[in-house]
């Protein structure tokens, strides 16, 4: 018979922020939170986006390295399915409350849908770019952390077998 005193088996997983990620000094929804207000998931100064989309290499003020994030196709798909849930619902209850013209629901949406697209991309990349850093992934103190920055690596010569 199980103990009824505890309330999860000693071996069951903690989904919570307390296990080894807070061992570690990178709590994972710090980390994100930071990256989504375009901080760095480090010291959350404003320096992760040197433009609109390009994570810095370095963060300024603290020197934690950036480079190696791999965010690829995650932001953009999670933008779409955050953005496409919010207009969606505005359209249909615009549809059923007003019934306006197709012309009207085209002039609206259109840009509007564009806007929000445009302003949660950076959002949800820095977002991502924070977690890889508090998880440790992709060079972020990981596995493959002695991996090269890029420029580095062209400025020393070292782009070839």
Not at 71 to 82: G, K, Q, R, S, V
Request: net charge neutral; hydrophobic share 40%; charged share 15%.
């Amino acid at each position: 018979m199980q103990n009824c005193s505890e309330p999860y088996p000693s071996d069951a997983v903690q989904w919570t922020n307390s296990g080894a990620d807070k061992r570690d000094g990178r709590p994972i929804f710090r980390s994100m939170l930071r990256g989504a207000r375009l901080s760095c998931p480090n010291c959350g100064s404003r320096t992760l986006f040197s433009s609109y989309l390009k994570v810095s290499p370095a963060c300024a003020k603290c020197g934690e390295e950036l480079f190696h994030h791999r965010a690829d196709d995650a932001p953009p798909y999670f933008t779409i399915m955050i953005a496409g849930h919010i207009m969606v619902s505005l359209v249909m209850m615009t549809e059923l409350a007003y019934g306006p013209p197709l012309w009207l629901h085209f002039s609206i949406w259109l840009p509007l849908t564009a806007a929000l697209s445009l302003a949660l991309l950076p959002v949800v990349k820095g977002a991502i770019v924070g977690l890889q850093w508090a998880l440790r992934m992709h060079g972020f103190g990981g596995p493959d952390a002695d991996r090269q920055a890029p420029e580095s690596a062209f400025a020393a010569g070292n782009f070839g077998p």
